[in-house]
């Protein structure tokens, strides 16, 4: 809706003009007379869908012929499972690097299935938090892989940089900054992301895995979440979250036509840097995060007087701007600020912010 911007960490908005193809297109696509929802997946039409939407993927990201792409059910925490079962082959262990809230869960999970490391890499100062850079991690030559969350959705730190890791294998769980800026696949092993943020609808996860990782989950593994079999089965061993996956095409295209990850990079650090400077000048509002490692997607930020709280979540509002408040962890703001988020929006918040600012000083 115009002049409403939602500011959820996710599911996340989607670019109006996703939204307006897939209502226009609701329920006769490309004249097959039915919704894609209600096609068949094995249907010529929806294979045609789903290969294009891969292919377009694979373009953005220049992901290399030697990974897999799979789309696969059960969101980020499905793959805290998955990862493990996959990839962690009895005898060994597995470095987690926790640098917040979700970090810490996907080594909990993983904790059920085999030895991991645990790696905590926060740093708490007096006025600010940070994380220790890759170049101090110090990590398991022998590790079957080191699992990282480059951008923690609730803590609003981003790691930038990627650890030597000596061939061990790199995961990383992307499901809040993937497709946000240009990253170098060949340096992972795989990474998934849950589709609600950047990608389309909840229900959807995806993964990008190195072939080689293929073919060794353990015994036990549901079938459903054994990558090889994804694979083999071109992510349709059984009936894929279809409309999420139609979903997730438009938005590629749409990304595709704006002029690609490097282009919406630009715009994302446009947005942010916006916000944050505004932030920080404000004496009203603060982010504790250092500068160098702050998320350029979800920005936590608090009011110095925090008995404003409710009445600054009513008032943004009134203003058409939704879902400001923090995650339940920590309290505050947080604005997120994805690939869909116009930088109108971003405007209209610290418009908003301003003048809240200047009428409760
Ligand atoms: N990882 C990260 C970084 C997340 O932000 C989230 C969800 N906010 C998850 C994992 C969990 O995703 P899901 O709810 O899809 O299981």
Known sequence: MSGIFN??????????????????????????????MELSHRSKEFVALASQAEADLRHLLNIPENY???????????????????????????????SGSWSKAAAKEAAQYGEINILDITREGE????????QEWTLNKYAAYIHYCPNETVDGIEIFDLPKSHGVPIVADMSSTILSHEIDVTR???IYAGAQKNIGPSGLTLVIVREDLLGHAAK???????YQLLAENGSMYNTPPTYAWYLAGLVFQWLRELGGVAEIARRNQEKAQLLYQYIDNSGFYYNNV???????????????????????????????????????????????????MPLAGVKA?????????????
């Open 7 to 36: 500011f959820c960490a996710g599911p996340a908005m989607l670019p109006a003009e996703v939204m307006t193809k897939a209502q226009q297109e609701f329920i006769n696509w490309q004249d097959t007379g039915c919704s894609v």
């Open 68 to 98: 897999k792409v799979l789309f696969c059910h059960g969101g980020g925490r499905g793959q805290f499972s998955a990862v493990p079962l996959n990839l962690l082959k009895p005898r060994q262990s597995a470095d987690y690097i926790v």
């Open 127 to 134: 006025n600010n938090k940070s994380v220790l850079p890759p």
């Open 188 to 190: 992972y092993g795989l």
């Open 220 to 226: 036990g593994t549901p079938a459903i979440m054994n």
């Open 290 to 340: 250092v500068t160098g490692q702050r998320s350029l997607m979800n920005v936590p930020f608090w009011l110095t007087d925090e008995s404003l709280n409710a009445l600054f979540l009513t008032e943004a509002e009134k203003h058409g701007l939704l879902a400001l408040k923090g995650h339940r962890m920590v309290g505050g703001m947080r604005a997120s600020i994805y690939n869909a």
């Open 349 to 361: 918040l610290v418009a908003f912010m301003d003048k809240f600012a200047s009428e409760h000083s």
